[in-house]
């Protein structure tokens, strides 16, 4: 049974940073490309970052602040947010997919096999 699960989210001020951990189980971690995305309310789930054997993507709002990190060893995913603003509030979900050929399949939602539950990161003004 896959599992995904998210944590570190919560509520911190605009210039504060969080990270936020996604702990995968039931898979083959290494073999599948990781993302997290996020959702606000009202507006459409988009891509925030992706890694997987190909490399390294971000979303041109977080470049600069947001850091995706994944150990293999651990079946453990990250994302070092820093200087957040309030724009950044929504539900962050970490994903998994297989097979993704191409940077341009990472920041596709439909690429992704599996989905953690989400947590909630709110930004203050």
């Known amino acids: 049974q896959v599992q995904l699960v998210e944590s570190g989210g919560g509520l911190v001020q605009a210039g504060g940073s969080l990270r936020l951990s996604c702990a995968a189980s039931?898979?083959?971690?290494?073999?599948?490309?990781m993302g997290w995305f996020r959702q606000a309310p009202g507006k459409e789930r988009e891509l925030v970052a992706a890694?997987?054997?190909?490399?390294?993507v971000y979303a041109d709002s977080v470049k600069g602040r947001f850091t995706i990190s994944r150990d293999n060893a651990k079946n453990t995913v990250y994302l070092r947010m820093n200087s957040l603003k309030p724009e950044d509030t929504a539900v962050y979900f970490c994903?998994?997919?297989?097979?993704?050929?191409?940077?341009?399949?990472?920041?596709?939602?439909?690429?992704?096999?599996?989905w953690g539950q989400g947590t909630q990161v709110t930004v203050s003004s």
């Open positions: 890694v997987s054997w190909s490399g390294v």
């Open positions: 039931g898979y083959i971690f290494s073999n599948y490309a």
């Open positions: 994903a998994a997919g297989r097979g993704l050929a191409t940077m341009t399949a990472h920041l596709d939602s439909r690429s992704y096999n599996y």
